[in-house]
């Protein structure tokens, strides 16, 4: 009798407290964030007809875009919404939180603004001081941040320290456990609602106006936004960076985003993709800056630390078909102690952990694609699949909305902080400046961040270390969402420098049969071989031939050479093998067979003035190539890296701007490039599993 | 000192005559709270806690409320509200949102279609191309090959061929933005110059030399307003509640006058 009483009574308790909670949470269902919502505004000019190439032209655009959405973009100064950062896009000028102009030099083909999923919309919510948010203490450090008479270099202290330390202490705050929305956070599947620094309808309106900006300038034919955000996410110990960009084929998209304080695990992510997808919804993950995730991101074993299998490998694969390889915080292709036979490995190395405070090396193994490539070859030798299979693709991360793609036209990305060009560290300080950075670091208990290089004195802020980089660019028939949605998902796709290169790349056994002069070579090549990031399987042991061609950027330097980067992993021993072959060279120049590489061309920059030879280098190269080292039992991948002509680094124009001469530590030219997906050699099944012992 | 100044002055000190008549006791310092005030102060707090203030805390809530009129009150005294950039920013920003609600919320068709003839420019739907070319490459002698391709193609009729282009033979409605992208300036100018239907050439362009056959040149046109109903309405109340904020300030602003120090250098 007791018992059952007792038994009752729990039953009515809970069961008001159920009551309780939902009556509190209305819309208990919506939270998820599986639920779909459709963006798509009414298209007020009539459908025209799109034109179509069957043989595809190449788009570029830019998949990594910040603005004052971002929780780290609006500690900047950054004020910049998604409409300009799409005006930007198009050709027209828009505003740099310091005031000047930023400008395109040529409009770009598609742009998606991927603003940070977590918090997003939040800081300019605390900082608005009519928000309900704002009349919490902890955000008054953030209110009228950015009210215009503080965007200035000067506030550049506070913003520092308001990024690297007030900012992480005061978001993280959960309500106490017996809190309603504690539970209502826990019912929902919403971790989000469980902090008080969290208000989900300003993070939902931010999300919609994000979608909604993206469908206002989204012109079938002419102009292709997605709408998009950045998974950000990093490992719990050693801050290893596992950001990703997620971008939505359609105008439905989820009512918000999936975010890092859902989970920081990457596989959670394609979990809930693959559940969007289910209902409809397709969408890509594409993983960036690599090069700071200390090696985690192409790991050898699973978030947790399991063994990777093939089911881990399709998952990964079909959620993640690209990598964002280039962009402001450095180059991933390889690091001169991965690659140290390769030349042109020490192109814009950004060697520290993302974000990391202080500053902490990064280290390279995993950080890589190439060395990427190599792992997932080995992980398939060893019967575990291949998770790293994947194209490549560039694009800026700037946060100021305006993505600085051009070395003579640089503002990098973080506004306020490296808008000029002391803040980056290319040119001497002033007294004043200095000044101001050594009480910073005094008011803050920060180190000290300057620097003394023969006898001149730098910011010393890692700024150095970034560049104007750059672009994703996909092989589409026409200039829609889906045509380019698709190209990422076949991963016929190339990443630049910023530079507007082209580059075609085929294989197959035919291709010799191929007449580079024809109009029609391209058809043939795609009737004949595969292209980029396709898979080409062994014939009868015979040798397959490549096909490269590469064009010009009009606007910058011409083209020095094309090359062919091969990765293996050899048979006896297991151990992983890189090779670079010069495939191509400018000026009627040959391949040294000896050495596979071209002769030097004579172009030359002058470091005074950064101009260049003008009566070198190649408007295009083409050629038909045959590995020299074929072997048709051993898989092996196949990628295109082709280089301009040297031109003057952002920091060496600069520092020819202000007058002064460019900083000696530094690299004063770069090679701007474009890779290609790689083409991936798959021999013949000789039916018998390698058991690795 | 101008009339209105002084009526403003008459009008200022009788209000403050009654200000005084009235509201004698304002000048004690009473804390007065109505009963609204203390219903939303309570409702605030259980909507962030999640349930209705226990005694205590009640006492909390209108202590801190007390506290901060106070310190509101005295600072006002001491006159700490003048020349704060932050109270003057949020004011300004108080009044320009006052002033844009001011504005209807439908505009009627005749608005729209004036407010459409004034803009015209902005919805103007561009001039597109439709061209064929044969190029040749700058790699190798293209000037020669591309004149001596269309001596022969307008002489003996042979066919025209030339190298493989990046992007093909043939474009469909390209607009001149995309075609200077493409080929450069100074080959949209030549193409520009062409009659339909007749191939020309070589042109030059930053890759090589071009012989091009243009197809069709559809002429840029104004749509008419119903096609783009929506962007004109939204663009119409964007401009309406820009212009109501300069209108307001135009109109107030003839009572100000600015003194810069003429010897200030900047």
Not at chain 2, 155 to 164: A, K, Y
Request: hydrophobic content about 35%; charged content about 25%; some cysteine.
């Amino acid at each position: 009798m007791k018992i059952s009483k007792s038994l009752i009574g729990l039953i009515v308790v809970s069961t008001i407290f159920l009551i309780y909670a939902s009556g509190f949470y209305t819309n208990l269902q919506s939270n998820s964030a599986l639920e779909i919502v459709d963006f798509s505004t009414e298209e007020s000019l009539e459908n025209k007809s799109i034109p179509s190439n069957p043989n595809r032209i190449p788009l570029y655009g830019d998949l990594h875009v910040h603005t004052k959405y971002s929780f780290d973009a609006y500690i900047f100064g950054v004020t910049a919404t998604p409409y300009d950062a799409y005006k930007y896009a198009i050709g027209e000028g828009i505003k740099h939180p310091l005031g000047y102009e930023m400008k395109i030099k040529e409009p770009l083909d598609f742009y998606a603004v991927t603003d940070h999923g977590f918090y997003m919309g939040m800081i300019e919510n605390y900082a608005d001081t009519s928000s309900k948010m704002s009349k919490n203490e902890w955000t008054k450090p953030m209110h009228n941040l950015n009210r215009p008479e503080n965007v200035t270099v000067e506030s550049t202290g506070e913003r520092a320290n308001l990024f690297s330390s007030v900012l992480t202490q005061a978001i993280i705050k959960p309500y106490p456990w017996w809190h309603p929305k504690y539970l209502g956070a826990w019912l929902t599947n919403n971790i989000q609602l469980a902090l008080q620094s969290f208000d989900y309808d300003v993070h939902k309106s931010a999300w919609a106006d994000v979608a909604n900006a993206a469908e206002e300038f989204n012109e079938p034919g002419k102009f292709t936004t997605f709408i998009g955000y950045e998974f950000t996410a990093s490992t719990q110990v050693e801050g290893g960076n596992l950001h990703r960009n997620v971008i939505f084929n359609s105008s439905k998209a989820p009512i918000r985003p999936w975010t890092r304080i859902d989970s920081l695990n990457p596989e959670d992510l394609w979990t809930w993709m693959d559940a969007l997808r289910d209902k409809g919804v397709d969408s890509l993950a594409m993983p960036h800056n690599s090069n700071g995730s200390n090696g985690q991101m192409f790991e050898v074993e699973t978030f947790r630390g399991n063994a990777i299998d093939k089911e881990y490998a399709e998952k990964r694969m079909r959620n993640e078909p690209v990598v964002e390889m280039t962009q402001v915080k450095g180059t991933s292709d390889t690091h001169p102690l991965l690659s140290p036979d390769d030349e042109w490995a020490d192109f814009e190395i950004m060697d520290k952990r993302v974000g990391s405070r202080p500053p902490t090396y990064s280290m390279p193994q995993g950080g890589y694609v190439r060395d990427a490539y190599l792992r997932g070859l080995t992980l398939e030798w060893k019967n575990q699949g291949n998770p790293y299979k994947f194209g490549l693709i560039g694009s800026s991360d700037t946060h100021t909305g305006a993505g600085a793609f051009d070395e003579d036209n640089y503002w990098s990305k973080t506004g306020v902080l490296d808008g000029t060009d002391m803040g980056r560290g290319s040119v001497p300080l002033t007294q004043d400046r200095i000044d101001q950075l050594s009480q910073y670091a005094i008011d803050y208990d920060q180190p000290i961040s300057i620097k003394e290089i023969d006898g001149r004195t730098y910011a010393n802020v890692g700024f150095d270390q970034w560049g104007a980089s750059g672009l994703a660019v996909a092989w589409a028939e026409e200039n829609t969402r889906e045509s380019i949605f698709q190209a990422f998902k076949r991963k016929e796709t190339f990443a630049t420098t910023g530079t507007r290169m082209a580059v075609r790349f085929f294989a197959g056994y035919n291709m010799d049969s191929i007449d580079l002069t024809s109009e029609d070579m391209i058809k043939n090549a795609y009737a004949k071989g595969v292209t980029m990031g396709a898979d080409l399987f062994g014939e009868n042991n015979q040798t397959p031939q490549f096909l490269v061609w590469a064009q010009r950027d009009k606007l910058a330097a011409p083209l020095q050479r094309i090359q062919i980067i091969k990765g293996w992993v050899e048979d006896a021993s297991g151990t992983p093998k890189e090779m670079i072959y010069d495939v191509a060279c400018s000026d009627g120049l040959s391949v040294d067979p000896e050495t596979n590489r071209c002769p030097d061309n004579g172009a030359r920059v002058n470091i005074n003035d950064c101009s260049i030879s003008n009566d070198v280098g190649a408007g295009e190269l083409k050629t038909i190539w045959t590995d020299p080292d074929f072997d048709p039992t051993i898989k092996a991948f196949y990628y295109v890296r082709v280089l301009e002509n040297p031109t003057c680094r952002w920091s060496t124009w600069d520092a020819v701007k202000a007058g002064v001469s460019p900083r000696p530590d530094l690299h004063k030219t770069i090679q701007e490039r474009a890779w290609s997906s790689p083409i991936w050699y798959i021999p013949e099944s000789s039916n018998l599993d390698i058991i690795p012992l | 000192m101008s009339l209105r100044i002084i009526i403003f002055f008459l009008i200022g000190l009788l209000i403050f005559i009654l200000d005084i008549g009235f509201n004698a006791e304002q000048d004690s310092k009473d804390i007065y709270i109505s009963d609204q005030e203390l219903t939303s102060l309570l409702s605030a707090w259980e909507s962030q806690v999640g349930r209705p203030p226990s005694g205590d805390e009640i006492v909390n809530i209108i202590n801190n409320f007390v506290q901060e009129e106070i310190l509101y009150r005295e600072a006002l005294l001491l006159g700490l509200d003048q020349e704060d950039q932050i109270i003057k920013r949020r004011l300004a920003q108080k009044i320009t949102f006052l002033k844009q609600e001011t504005i209807p919320e439908e505009p009627s068709e005749e608005e729209l279609k004036e407010f459409f003839e004034v803009n015209k420019n902005a919805y103007y739907v561009p001039a597109t191309y439709s061209f064929s070319h044969h190029y040749f490459s700058k790699e190798s002698n293209a000037k020669g090959r591309a004149a001596k391709a269309m001596e022969s193609f307008l002489n003996q009729g042979t066919e025209l061929v030339g190298d493989p282009f990046f992007l093909g033979k043939n474009f469909y409605q390209n607009s001149a933005i995309e075609i200077k992208k493409n080929f450069g300036e100074a080959f949209f100018l030549a193409l520009e110059t062409l009659t339909i239907n007749e191939w020309s050439g070589p042109h030059e362009s930053a890759f090589g030399e071009h012989i091009i056959l243009l197809k069709e040149v559809s002429d840029g046109f104004y749509p008419p307003l119903e096609k783009v109903l929506l962007r004109v309405e939204q663009d119409y109340l964007a401009q309406a509640q820009d212009k109501a904020v300069a209108d307001y300030i135009n109109e107030i602003s003839s009572e100000y006058r600015v003194i810069i120090n003429p010897d200030f250098k900047f």
